[in-house]
C-alpha cells in the first residue's frame, strides 16, 4: 500500500509520490530502473537477444542517462511475439490481458499480474482525483470495455478511488443521455470526441447539455486541442481535463492531469521514465522542452517489463507544476503515422481541429480526405466540415474560406474545404477516425 499523506495545496489525501522532491524521485527511479533492466533481460529472450546485439547489459546502467545504451522496443517487437512471447512470468500468474484491435496488422497483446493491475488501479485513482474526481463521486464511465485498455483500466481506477462506478462503456448514445439524466453523475469519462457526440445527441433531444449533473470529465485515448477543450467545457459546462496512457505501457492513467492548472499531464514517474528521442534520428536523445518522440521505460511492471518502448506520440517534457516532481508532456501533436505529407508539408489532423475551431461558424465535426486525381502527382486534401446548426449555407460558405486561408496561413499547405450539412458527417464511439486516405496505394 502506498502511504499517504495530506497535501497542502488541495483537499485531496495524495499518494506520497506525488508530493516527493525530483532528487527522492530520481533515486527512486534509477534503483527501479536497474532491477527492471535487469529483470527484463533474465525473463524475456526478446530483451536478452537485443541487449546482447547491442552489447549492452544490465549492469552498465549505473545512472539515469545511461538507459539511453539499451535499445528500444516497439510494437513490431510485441507482434512478432505473439501472443505472449513478451511475457515475464508464467501464464499463471497473469491475472489480465489485454490486446489492441490488431486493425493494422496482428495484435499486440499484453498481460498484468495481480500486482500489476493494483498499481494501474493506483495511477488511475491518482489521475481522476488529480482531475478533480473525488471519493464518493458517481462516475459515468464511457470509455469502451473489453480488450481495449480504456474501459476496464478506468473502472478499475474509479473503484480504487473509492467512487460510484457506472460501467456504461462506448456506444448507446441515446442511452448514455438517458442514465446521465437519471443517475445523476459528477463525472464523464470518455474519448473527447464521444464527450461531443454525447453533447451534440443531447441538444438534438432539446436536452442542455450545460444542465447536466456532470462536473468533470477526464478525456484521452486521443489526441485533442486546448480549443476542444474550450468547446467542450463551455457546452456542457464542465472542467475537461487529459488522461493519457497506451496499452503497452500500461493502458490509461500513465499520465494525467491536475484540474487546478490544466496545463498537461503529469507522467507518473515512480512507475515510468520518459525521454524524448529525435523521431528521425532515434540515437538522439533530447532535452526537456524539445519537441520529438515519447519513450517510455516501465519501472515497476512484472507481467510485462516494456524497455524504452518507442510510442510514436509527438510531444515534449515539461517542468512538473502542480505535481513538481514529475514532468508534464505537452499536448500529443499527432502520432508519427498519422502525420499527413502534403506536398512536402508535414500536417496532423489536431492542427486543422485547433484552426478550425477558432472560427465560429464551423463545428468542431471535420474530416480530411486524401486524394490522388487521375493524372496528378500531388495529393489533395479536403477537408469536410459542418457548419454550427445556427449558420446559414451562406455564412459557412464563407468560413470555409477563411479556414482554407488559415490552414495556408498557418500550416502552409493549400486544400479544398467543403462545409457540410450539421450532422452529416460520422460522430465518434470512442476513438474517432480523422483520416479518409483515398490515394492509389503503391
Ligand atoms: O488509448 C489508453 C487510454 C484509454 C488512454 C483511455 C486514455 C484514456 P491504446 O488503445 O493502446 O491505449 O492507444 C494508445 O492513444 O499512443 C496515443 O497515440 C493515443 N492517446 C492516448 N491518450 C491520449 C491523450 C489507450 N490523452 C494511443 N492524448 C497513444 C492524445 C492519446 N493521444
Known sequence: MTQET???????????????????????????LQHTVAYAYDRVPLYKRKFDAAGVHPTDLRELSDLGK????????????YPFGMFAVPQHEVARIHASS?????????????????????????????????PGMKVHNAYGYGLFTGGMGAHAG??????????????????QITLIQDFKPDAILATPTYLLTIADAMIKQGIDPASTSLKYAVLGAEPWTEEMRHELEVTMNLKACDIYGLSEVMG?????????????????????????????????????????????????????PIIRYRTKDLTRLLPGTARPAHRRMGRITGRSDDMIILRGVNLFPS??????????????????????????RMDQMTVKIERRDT??????????????????????????VDVVEPGSLERSNGKLRRIYDMRPKG
Not at 539499451?70 to 511475439?81: H, M, V, W
Not at 486561408?405 to 486544400?415: A, T
Open 102 to 134: 490488431g486493425t493494422t496488422g496482428r495484435a499486440t497483446v499484453v498481460g498484468y499480474t495481480k500486482k500489476d493491475l493494483a498499481d494501474w488501479a493506483k495511477l488511475v485513482a491518482r489521475s481522476l482525483r488529480a482531475s478533480g474526481v473525488r
Open 70 to 81: 539499451f535499445p528500444f522496443t516497439t510494437k513490431e517487437d510485441l507482434r512478432l511475439e
Open 252 to 304: 490509461p492513467g500513465v499520465a494525467g492531469e491536475a484540474v487546478e492548472t490544466q496545463d498537461g499531464s503529469h507522467i507518473w514517474e515512480d512507475h515510468f521514465r520518459p525521454e524524448i528521442i529525435d523521431a528521425f534520428d532515434p540515437s538522439v536523445v533530447l532535452g526537456d522542452g524539445e519537441p520529438g518522440e515519447l519513450v517510455f521505460t516501465s519501472l515497476t511492471k512484472e507481467a510485462l
Open 391 to 416: 449558420v446559414t449555407i451562406e455564412s459557412g460558405t464563407a468560413a470555409a474560406k477563411v479556414l482554407q486561408q488559415q490552414i495556408k496561413i498557418h500550416v502552409g499547405s493549400s486544400c479544398t
Open 351 to 376: 492542427q486543422i481541429e485547433e484552426i478550425a475551431l477558432r472560427i465560429p461558424e464551423l463545428s468542431p465535426h471535420f474530416q480530411l480526405e486524401l486524394t490522388r486525381p487521375e493524372g496528378h
Open 158 to 175: 474509479a473503484e480504487a478511488l473509492g467512487c460510484t462506478v457506472i460501467p456504461i462503456s462506448g456506444g448507446q448514445t441515446e442511452r
Open 6 to 32: 495530506a497535501a497542502a495545496t488541495t483537499d485531496a489525501v495524495l499518494d506520497r509520490e506525488e508530493t516527493i522532491s525530483r532528487d527522492e524521485l530520481e533515486a527512486l527511479q534509477l534503483s527501479r
